[in-house]
């Protein structure tokens, strides 16, 4: 295995150093490293982050392998400084079962860019009615810990109940895609004036928020981990600050669209803006992101949710809900909360990897990148800007609202394990990956 000898990252928002990273692992750190042989690489001017860990993607193996597959989904992961990604269970057959799950798991250590850990579906066929086998999942090779509907919500309370009281035996997570079905029935845009101008039926925030409350007192009342998948409204924030002081054991995550976009790009009746939960408004918007800065939200999480083309070209109305966003993530975040000084590199390594790896419970991740860490490692160029285009899209669709906008920071290399799969701002090649 190749070796490589980083010369003068600067670590996160702290001192420039070298790392050597020889084996699989950080051999060492520290000021004018040498190693006989090993690929040096000048990162003067870059940073060096622990690599990124999501909590929210959609590979949508197997089943709908014309949007994306564990690979094409890994290399995307990849491409955007990845190192690990949760599997959402809305998969088809649906991931309720230690069968699946131990599927998607092996799909990605074959594919080899990066970790895949399947995230098991709470109900059976993410139907609501029943628990799919929840200890099953979690006794399987995948050692599943995080439970999701997520593309439904899990609105029955005692199922909820039962799912939070369940998990609690081997540490797992429920993580809710808060979203009343009643409330939000037909809904197309979040629910305000420019709904109300455009004409599409609107998606509340009252229907995220009245799950949010109830999900948390019932975590209280239950003492096990809940985790709010892609919190959209000030509201939401509010409950989670109250959650938070109360000590209930709640996470939050936002997704990076929820950082930058609001409802006011539905104007263009463009569907790559169509997502669940919708764009919100600048207020909402700029809650989050004070939600983000001050630690009320633990994590960001992309929600990557490729769509094929057909799926996307189309009126409004019919469009698919869903952006893919594992390729830009880092570059959002750079642009809403880093230039805009609420948070640091620190701060990023903390939300795009340390805590999400913790809340997922994925242990060879999320690692400071100190001597005797992990291989994991994501190199960025933060003075770089350029208009994002296609040719940054590494999976298979094509489904991102920031094409044609330009943003900050370029992802130059990653480091999986010890092995490059970006190197040079190019995504390493399957065979090399794999070797
Ligand atoms: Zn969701």
């Known amino acids: ?37 090993a ?22 193996q197997p089943g709908y392998e014309a949007s994306e597959t564990v690979l094409s989904g890994s290399q995307a992961a990849a491409a955007g400084g990845f190192t690990a990604v949760h599997a959402m269970a809305n998969t088809f057959p649906v991931a309720d079962s230690a069968g699946v799950v131990d599927e998607i798991y092996h799909l990605g250590r074959s594919a080899g860019y990066v970790e895949v850990r399947p995230v098991g579906a709470v109900t059976a ?26 593309g439904k919500c899990v609105s029955d309370p005692l199922i909820m109940r039962r799912a939070l009281e369940y998990v609690r035996g081997f540490d797992g997570v429920i ?21 109300s101008e455009l004409g599409l039926t609107g998606w509340p925030s009252v229907a995220e928020e009245a799950i949010i409350a109830r999900d948390i007192l019932l975590a209280e009342h239950v003492g096990s981990r809940l985790h709010i998948c892609h919190l959209s409204t000030a509201g939401s924030v509010e409950l989670v600050r109250w959650a938070k002081k109360r000590g209930i054991r709640v996470t ?38 004070e939600g983000v800065a001050d630690g ?19 009126e409004w109305a019919a469009a698919a809900f869903g952006m893919v966003g594992l390729e830009s993530a880092l570059s959002v975040v750079q642009e809403s909360l880093v230039n805009t000084g ?14 999400p790896a913790s809340i997922g419970r994925v242990a060879g991740q999320g690692h400071s990148l100190a001597t005797g860490a992990p291989g994991n490692i994501t190199l960025i160029d933060p003075a770089a800007a ?35 799969t970006v190197s040079s701002g190019t995504l390493v090649p399957v065979d090399e990956v794999a070797a």
């Open 1 to 37: 295995m190749t070796s490589y000898l980083i010369r003068e990252a600067t670590i996160g928002a702290g001192d420039r150093a070298d790392i050597h990273v020889s084996g699989g692992v950080i051999a060492e750190v520290g000021v004018g490293l040498s190693a006989n042989g």
């Open 39 to 60: 690929t040096v690489i000048d990162a003067d001017g870059l940073v060096a982050l622990p690599g990124l860990v999501d909590l929210h993607t959609h590979l949508r």
């Open 125 to 150: 066929g993410l139907e609501g009615t029943r628990l799919a086998e929840l200890g099953a999942m979690a006794r399987s090779e995948a050692a599943v810990r995080v439970f999701s509907d997520d």
């Open 175 to 195: 993580a809710q895609h808060a979203q009343d079905p009643r409330l939000t029935e037909g809904a197309q845009a979040n629910e305000g004036a420019v709904a």
């Open 252 to 289: 939050a995550e936002a997704t990076p669209h929820h950082l930058l976009l609001t409802d006011e790009n539905l104007r263009s009746y463009d569907a790559r803006f169509k997502v669940n939960p919708p764009l919100r408004t600048s207020e909402d918007v700029q809650a989050v992101r």
């Open 296 to 314: 009320t939200i633990d994590i960001i999480a992309t929600d990557h949710a490729p769509h094929p083309i057909e799926s996307k070209d189309c």
């Open 342 to 355: 609420m948070i640091d590199w620190d701060d990023v390594a903390r939300i795009l990897s340390v805590t």
């Open 386 to 420: 350029s208009v994002f285009t296609t040719d940054r899209l590494a999976g298979k669709s094509g489904n991102s609202p920031y094409i044609g906008l330009t943003l900050p920071g370029r992802v130059e290399w990653t480091f999986f394990r010890g092995r490059a």
